[in-house]
């Protein structure tokens, strides 16, 4: 089985006349859980969205298990085994937490639904069990992050190989913040690859295996996630004052 799960090569994408992305090309490996860190507006969430097909890149390709899903719609991407917690979370604050939950099955074929739905359920809320306390109450009461909880369970019920997250710890509490990084390490040690787009620089190199350093829609940096710690013009620019790991 290739080590490789997924790679975007030289990859440009646009917005109008904004050339968003330009020549940027990553992989993430089978397993693996890789950082995407870098500035406001330096491109990382338009990655995820091409990678999702939710926008169209100019140029380059994607190739995910072999299969290159460059020009897929969103929903035969999703098929594939990938899935994407937006930023901003979008859930659907009238409906309950567990209707938000079911939500993340749509995709699938009915008979995988029927018969995966009840295990699927069972495994989010193992995780996140303020979720299954609260499975009646309408998303829309949740803190935020029990909001986020949500968000990231509902992207888990397709049962994904490639989980894609989009600035996951903004704006929650510190407290909030620990208990998802911590569920998104013991979330890659059950297996489930990762591509984690997050401004928590630090945070997201102590869990990540990777990373890559993108600035104004280049890669600036890239290397193991121990190496980019220590790098003293990443530092400078995304890590600020030293802060503790989640434990």
Do not use: C, W
């Not at 997250?165 to 929650?172: R, V």
């Amino acid at each position: 089985m290739p080590e490789t799960l997924l790679e975007a090569r030289e990859i440009n994408t646009y917005y109008g006349h904004i050339h968003a992305l330009k020549g940027i090309s990553v992989k993430a490996k089978r397993g693996g859980l890789v950082a995407i860190i870098g500035a406001n507006g330096a491109g990382k969430s338009t990655l995820l969205k091409t990678v999702m097909g939710l926008v169209r890149p100019s140029s380059g390709r994607v190739i995910y298990d072999q299969e290159e899903i460059t020009l897929s719609p969103t929903h035969k991407i999703v098929r594939h085994g990938l899935s994407l917690v937006l930023e901003g979370r979008q859930l659907f604050g009238p409906l309950s937490v567990r209707d938000n939950l079911l939500l993340g099955t749509y995709n699938l074929s009915r008979q995988r639904r029927k018969k995966d739905l009840q295990e699927s359920l069972n495994r989010v809320y193992s995780l996140f069990t303020v979720l299954k306390e609260r499975s009646d109450q309408k998303a829309g009461t949740l803190s935020g992050g029990e909001q986020q909880m949500l968000a990231i369970g509902r992207a888990l019920m397709s049962s994904p190989s490639l989980l894609l997250l989009d600035e996951p710890s903004l704006g929650l509490a510190p407290l909030f913040v620990k208990e998802i990084f911590r569920t998104l390490d013991k979330l890659n040690q059950q297996g489930i690859s990762i591509l984690l787009v997050e401004q928590n620089a630090r945070l997201a190199l102590q869990i990540s295996h990777y990373g890559y350093v993108l600035d104004t829609g280049r890669i600036a940096a890239e290397g193991p996630s121990g190496e980019l710690l220590e790098d003293e013009k990443v530092k400078s620019a995304y890590l600020g004052k030293k802060k503790q790991r989640p434990h």
